[in-house]
């Protein structure tokens, strides 16, 4: 199967894989087409079929794109053995300094018996630990949905829309809770 640069661009771009809480990138590189987890942490996806995709270091992981929608395809579905991951094409989340705000304070879970803070500054939030030599900073996924490290934290509201506390997933753990307390 060839593929042109025309065909080639109307694969990449961001997807939402909203059942594992992951956002990858199809991106291109020349005539060649890769799945990206992060930058250091992609796979090449060699074509078989018109809209389907084995991964070149991992032939049992395949990739295949449906619906077709302004020029690019949208839908995409990742099998890994028999297991089935179906996400779709989005819009990144890009908040401004104000919208950014609103996401920072105090979070307690009670499960752990522990507090974090959530701060803002210039470049963006982060978890403020008292002795930190570095600063991490979350990366908003989409809108809710930030990524920091190793951990997925998504936020929830109530239903005047204020944040009210945010779940973290980290691989095993999923949905441990944590409260904004202010």
Known sequence: IKLTKKKIK?????FWL????LLRNIKADGKKLFYVRSPENKSELIPFAKTS???KEFPHVTVEFSEIKAGKWDKI????D????NGSRIELFKPTQEEIKEYSGLYESEELEVRFRLAVDKKGMFVDFKKQDEINYLQPLI???FRGGFATLSFKRDKEKKIVGFNV??????NLKFRKVK
């Open 10 to 14: 109307a694969f990449t771009g961001p």
């Open 18 to 21: 909203p059942r594992s809480r």
């Open 53 to 55: 995709f084995y991964m």
């Open 77 to 80: 579905k990742v099998t890994v």
């Open 82 to 85: 028999k297991e089935v991951i």
């Open 143 to 145: 809108k809710d949905i």
């Open 169 to 174: 997933d980290t691989g095993r753990i999923r």
